[in-house]
């Protein structure tokens, strides 16, 4: 195969031509289906160089300029017009067919609608055109299609106009008045239910609000566009940013690579995050219903009315949205917990892709596909840079920044480096340093280490940072980080509590009138995202359990408690010693579970003992073998020290109707079945007279760690009762691909042949291949190597069909060097074989080949 090529940041150019107004005109007929784009183009500057347009899949059928046959040549998936017109008219006449389109980009059919994807550049499957961000157009899209197959006709915008022609087919037209780059282009056709609602805005303006969803599922489209209407007034109440179109519209679907599309007024959405009831969804999925749809809303401002200039910007949209949309989870529900969440998902996930062959910064310098940089370093250490930012200014600079960035920016493609300037000019305060942010990848190690002086009453903290090589990297500077800490006296005061600024390679904090040595909670709230080392003894980190004013350092402790037994069990099963756990640790927890201080969420969580994946991430190289044994000992000690307070909290909820009691009460059943099987009835039981979603499953997962057949027959019940569920029957083969037991693999693969499965349908593929590869750590990391086959001949199955999603299951599989030698060349032996594939999609070829690397 020809090698595929990269694109540098450093070789951006603007653009030679300029679309100022899109008219298209659309004929859904299936495989015939025909695009007529009528573009008003402008030459940008002196010069004579030919029109290049962008095109894949397209069947052309006719080129004008100014309403005259015009040449052209189709070269390397680019269309070539020679003219010498400053200012024209182009109208470009092609034929696409969306139903054998299962690559998920461009124009496609889902389960009998049309719909499109056209992040990152899925446009150019429509029709040839400019399909970069930085060229905005004002669009005007005529759709017409059979109207008994496609009653509803969507696009971008406010309908203009609509009617009937003959042979049955029926005709709309939408305008958008407001630039858009192709990219938030949409369209959506088919039959569907649809809840409307209304939102009256800060200026007494009427908004319509409509959800569409499949036949039948009317009655789970209510929390979703309950999930609009308070977004759109947070963002109007915290932000100052009201919506700007007279409907907003919300179309679920099965068949969706991302969760959701921010699309103008036209959000296309993963049915996971639209559809939901109590018997069918969990409080989990509740939450990230909410989530999404709040962050789409918001792109609405922070990506679509200000959007970035080229596709190495993407975190100026999608960093800052997911601060936004984390702002307002933690504004309307839990702050701490909403927290742990985003800090979890860093230091399992996006740590691991920082010490990885992926590694970038948050402004990528090279892609080679750009769909592979849609990553937790993008979207999550974005918002963590974006958070830094918000610490170092405060709320009041920080929304002045936001101000004048929209002040300056609104109807423009811009640059990270403008959303800086915008802050920094705003607040006043240098951001010079902490622009490194955006340009060195890697995790910084932070080291602390702390002496107090009795004759002074003086506490020094010194604190070291260094950022580790990373591929194409080397020699990082010292970053800005800003270093939240709390100073604790014997008695559980607080002493001291601010946010340092760290910019120092080596950096001495000294605070002096300290009375008696305190304890140190560091990096509180996850301050910035950055590895700390400090050699925390049980003793303090038990006091921080107790004293910490920050729940998010409560929960913090005690996964450092938590880890600290684990690697010492390491090391006694490498030493050949035996393996033991501390009294206090089992005291520690048992403490949490009779706090009458602490919330049930928050106690959830501290009692979620670190995953293995977690474990991995805190260490250079592992002894799997070691860890799998130790983890599984420590988890048993806990749970059989604790036997009597989790017995006690699961019986006290049992009838507790509250999410968060829920989060408890499955979580200490889950480790009340490590204690003795015999306690497997209580899983029976809940199933039983369970009346939601987070209740069944909280039974099969606390069940789900043996072969029992109290397991077997409630998964057999359970299949019974939602096979003709989807988002229901997702849980089910995530269940399957977590069975953490010898046997997993083998069932997996009869599971390939189950009718409810399909490699065509994303969130199937990611529910049963994807979890196992990312969440069963210790049966993928099988040293017969059945774990790396079974995800290995999936990505070749999927590399046709949807390569994509073949790139972003890969992941556990590039990882590799954390692992002993052996695993090593098993997983290396692997992606030798997808490398070997012909036709390897570029989404693959870029991981694959800088793994081997």
């Known amino acids: 195969m020809t090698q595929p090529q990269a694109k540098y940041l450093k070789d951006y150019q603007a653009p030679l031509f300029q679309i100022t107004h899109l008219d298209l005109d659309i004929s859904l007929a ?103 961000p930085d060229v905005l157009a004002i669009y005007t899209v005529r ?35 407001f630039p858009k780059p192709a990219y938030l282009f949409a369209l959506v056709a088919g039959d569907f239910d649809l809840l409307e609602d209304e939102y009256i805005t800060r200026s007494d303006r009427a908004v ?161 596909e750009m769909n592979n940089f849609y990553t937790v370093t993008v979207y999550n250490k974005g918002a963590e840079v974006i958070r830094m930012m918000h610490t170092l200014l405060g709320e009041d600079k920080f929304q002045a920044g936001m101000a004048l960035y929209f002040n300056r920016h609104d109807g423009q493609a811009v640059t990270c480096d403008d959303f800086v300037a915008a802050m920094e000019d705003a607040s006043q305060v240098d951001l010079g340093q902490f622009r490194l942010w955006y340009s060195q990848a890697g995790t910084p190690q932070v080291t602390a280490t702390e002496s107090y002086d009795d004759s002074t009453n003086s506490y020094c903290l010194t604190l ?21 800490i709390e100073l604790i006296d014997s008695e559980g005061n607080s002493l001291v509590n601010q946010v340092l600024d760290f910019k120092q390679q080596t950096q001495n904090f000294v605070f002096e009138n300290i009375k008696s040595r305190p304890v140190a909670s560091l990096l509180q709230d996850f301050s910035a995202p950055v590895k700390l080392e400090f050699d925390y003894s049980i003793e303090q980190l038990l006091h921080l359990m107790r004293f910490a004013n920050s729940e998010v350092a409560k929960w913090e402790a005690s996964v450092s408690l938590f880890s600290q037994s684990i690697w010492q069990c390491v090391d006694n099963l490498q030493n050949g010693k035996a393996m033991h756990i501390d009294s206090r640790l089992v005291d520690g927890f048992k403490g949490v579970l009779l706090s009458e ?6 106690m959830a969580e501290i009692l979620t003992l670190t995953s293995a994946s977690s474990l991995i991430e805190q260490t250079e190289s592992v002894d799997l073998d070691s860890l799998a044994i130790a983890r599984q000992f420590a988890v048993n000690e806990i749970a059989q020290g604790c036997e009597d307070e989790l017995l006690a909290k699961v019986r006290q909820l049992q009838s507790t109707d509250s999410a968060d009691a829920r989060a408890l009460k499955n979580t200490c059943l889950s480790l009340l079945l490590k204690v003795d099987d015999s306690y497997r009835y209580i899983a029976e039981q809940q199933f039983g007279t369970a009346d939601n979603m987070t209740d069944t499953l909280g039974a099969l997962t606390a069940l789900n760690s043996d072969c029992s057949s109290e397991r077997t027959a409630l998964m057999t019940a359970y299949e019974s009762r939602w096979v003709e569920t989807p ?65 290995t001949k999936a990505i070749i199955k999927l590399n046709k069909v949807n390569p994509q999603v073949a790139a972003r299951i890969i992941t556990p599989l590039i990882q590799f060097k954390k692992f002993d030698l052996e695993r090593q060349a098993l997983m290396r032996k692997s992606l030798e074989s997808i490398l070997a594939i012909d036709e390897l999609s570029k989404d693959l070829y870029e991981k694959v080949t800088k793994a081997l690397s």
């Open 464 to 484: 070291s940072q260094e950022t580790p090589d990373t591929p194409g990297q080397t020699d990082k500077l010292p970053q800005h980080i800003p270093f939240d």
């Open 208 to 368: 319509k609000l409509q959800v569409f969803v499949d036949k039948g599922n009317l009655h789970k489209a209510h929390h979703a566009i309950a999930s609009l209407k308070k977004s759109m007034q947070w963002d109007e109440t915290r932000f100052n940013l009201e919506y700007d179109l007279d409907i907003y519209m919300i179309v679920a679907v099965d068949f969706f690579n991302m969760g959701a599309m921010e699309n103008k007024g036209l959000n296309v959405f993963n049915t996971k995050y639209v559809l939901a009831d109590k018997a069918s969804a969990t409080d989990d999925d509740y939450h990230g219903i909410e989530s999404v749809v709040g962050h789409e809303y918001f792109h609405n401002w922070t990506g679509n009315r200000v959007t970035c200039r080229d596709w190495f910007q993407l975190s100026l949209k999608e960093g800052l949205t997911v601060f936004r949309d984390q702002e307002f989870s933690s504004d309307v529900g839990s702050r701490a917990v909403n927290r742990i969440h985003a800090i979890k998902v860093m230091k399992n996930q996006q740590f691991a892709e920082d010490s990885g062959p992926m590694a970038h910064p948050i402004r990528p310098e090279s892609v080679i």
């Open 597 to 602: 201080s602490l919330n049930e969420a928050l």
């Open 30 to 132: 299936g495989e015939n289906s025909v695009i007529q784009a009528t573009s008003s183009i402008e030459r940008v500057g002196e010069h004579q160089q030919p029109l290049k347009l962008d095109g894949e899949d397209i069947n052309l059928k006719s080129v004008k300029i100014n309403g005259v046959e015009s040449a052209y040549t189709e070269k390397n998936g680019q269309l070539i017009i020679d003219t010498e017109e400053q200012t024209f008219e182009l109208e470009i006449v092609s034929v696409v067919d969306p139903e054998s389109n299962t690559s998920l980009e461009g124009l496609y059919m889902s389960d009998g609608a049309y719909c499109t994807q056209c992040e990152a550049e899925g446009f150019r499957r429509i029709t040839y055109f400019l399909d970069r």
């Open 727 to 791: 988002l229901a029957m997702d849980k089910w083969f995530s269940l399957h691909a977590t069975f953490a037991n010898e046997g997993c693999i083998e069932q997996l693969e009869k599971l390939l042949q189950h009718e409810g499965f399909s490699m065509s349908n994303p969130n199937r593929v990611r529910s049963l291949i994807g979890v196992f590869a990312a969440a069963n750590t210790f049966e993928f990391h099988r040293k017969d190597a059945k774990g790396y086959d079974f995800l």
């Open 143 to 177: 759709i017409e299609a059979n109207k008994t197959a496609f009653p509803f006709l969507l696009s971008n915008g406010n309908l203009v106009e609509s009617g009937d022609l003959e042979g049955g087919l029926h005709y709309v037209k939408w305008h958008d008045p």
